[in-house]
């Protein structure tokens, strides 16, 4: 999951934090080295060839939480792991679930975490948010409620989450055959209804990706017919504004998954699927137009998998995606470089996520779909 405040310190910035709030006998014990991967699983199952959602966010100390959806026997668990920069892993067992659904976390600035879910009991989305010496609290997200009064909650889906650098949560979700719809979430907060917002009643059916700029500007990618839609509004409005065609000039696969990052300059890049199974690209500049494009040696293959954007302390878009039955990395200088993940072998992984930390670390998680395990891998970029 993305994450801007971090990113745009500067280096005596980010020691000076660090000195002040974290404890500074800690060091990141994980190699320096540029040009090796280090892979760790973390967690394995007994079902499921294609692997559960998993979602990955890192702290102001570069630690890395995740979130992810086990499945022993069709017992279905949210699961929440945790490793920290000296290499030691903790994980928990959150909920248990009827089914594998869409989840997000995110991590705000105070370093509280927030994990989202859709509760297969009462079919609303729920928040598990947590300080980080503390404990996990759940909140149902209670808020959707028709003309009469009656909670309409139910039908809430897809949750995706944003931290911005004044520790505001942001979440879009699709309330589903009615459209997509924001909300602004905060730690320990009161629910308030009044601050839910309707974006467009005619965007439905998709899981959407949300980011925010450093002034405060929303914008959100969501699946159409055959069209990605992007939405916005600016800090100072409520009023939202919809665009077909502006992400993709041509057609893209709208049940696929999706991904919206921004980079320290607020130039905003996503990545999509295009019908004929190729990677696309668009990238825009502040107040300027969307350049849309498809990754030359980028076709996907048959199977499709979870495609993840960040961008690195270099202002670089860098993809996580499957390629051809291989986890790869593909990075935006002058051109596409694509990178498999990993050193002596590679992975198959439908279900991953990508994270890129102040000091250009990658935190990437995914699920080997040969060996049935959840792993973790990462070295800094260059």
Same mark, same amino acid.
């Given at each position: 999951?993305? *994450? ?13 934090? @660090? #000195? ?50 086990? /499945? ?29 659904? +869409? ?43 028709? =003309? ?7 039908? #809430?889906?897809?949750?995706?989450? $944003? ?5 505001? &949560? ?8 009615? !459209? ?6 905060? $730690? ?14 005619? &965007?439905?059916? !998709? ?11 929303? +914008? ?17 409005? +409520? ?54 494009? @498809? ?9 499709? !998998?979870? %495609? ?16 051809? =039955? ?27 996520? %990508?994270?890129?930390?102040?000091? /250009? ?12 395990? $959840?792993?973790?891998?990462? *070295?800094?970029?260059?």
């Amino acid at each position: 999951m993305k *994450k801007v405040f971090l990113k745009i310190m500067t280096l005596a910035t980010i020691v000076a934090f @660090t #000195a002040c709030e974290k404890n500074e006998d800690l060091v990141d014990n994980r190699p320096n080295d540029k040009n090796k991967w280090i892979v760790e699983t973390f967690d394995s199952q007994s079902d499921s060839y294609w692997g559960q959602y998993v979602k990955v966010a890192y702290d102001s100390e570069g630690g890395s939480h995740i979130a992810y959806v086990s /499945n022993d026997n069709n017992d279905y668990e949210l699961r929440y792991a945790y490793r920290d920069i000296t290499g030691t892993w903790s994980k928990e067992t959150l909920v248990s679930l009827l089914y594998d659904n +869409h989840i997000d976390i995110a991590v705000d600035p105070s370093d509280n975490i927030y994990i989202i879910y859709e509760d297969d009991q009462d079919e609303c989305l729920h928040v598990l948010e947590k300080p980080i010496n503390g404990q996990f609290i759940d909140v149902k997200l209670d808020i959707l409620f028709n =003309d009469t009064g009656y909670s309409r909650s139910y039908q #809430a889906r897809y949750g995706n989450l $944003f931290a911005d650098k004044n520790g505001n &949560i942001h979440i879009a979700f699709d309330r589903a055959n009615f !459209g997509l719809r924001y909300y602004p979430y905060s $730690f320990q907060a009161t629910l308030d209804t009044s601050k839910l917002e309707e974006i467009d009643d005619n &965007i439905t059916g !998709g899981n959407p990706d949300i980011i925010v700029n450093t002034n405060g500007d929303i +914008h959100i990618i969501s699946p159409g017919s055959n069209k990605l839609n992007y939405s916005s509004r600016l800090f100072s409005s +409520h009023i939202w504004t919809t665009k077909e065609e502006v992400v993709a000039t041509g057609d893209v696969q709208s049940f696929q998954s999706l991904g919206l990052a921004i980079d320290e300059l607020n130039s905003m890049y996503a990545v999509f699927l295009t019908t004929d199974d190729y990677l696309g690209y668009s990238s825009v500049q502040e107040s300027n137009s969307w350049a849309s494009t @498809t990754i030359s040696d980028g076709r996907i293959g048959i199977r499709r !998998g979870d %495609l993840n954007i960040d961008t690195d302390t270099l202002n670089q878009a860098r993809i996580l995606y499957e390629r051809d =039955d291989v986890l790869t990395l593909a990075t935006k200088k002058l051109s596409w470089n694509q990178e498999p993940i990993g050193n002596d072998k590679t992975f198959r992984a439908k279900k991953s996520d %990508l994270a890129i930390d102040f000091r /250009n670390r990658s935190h990437i998680v995914f699920y080997d779909a040969d060996t049935k395990e $959840f792993k973790y891998a990462t *070295k800094v970029l260059e």
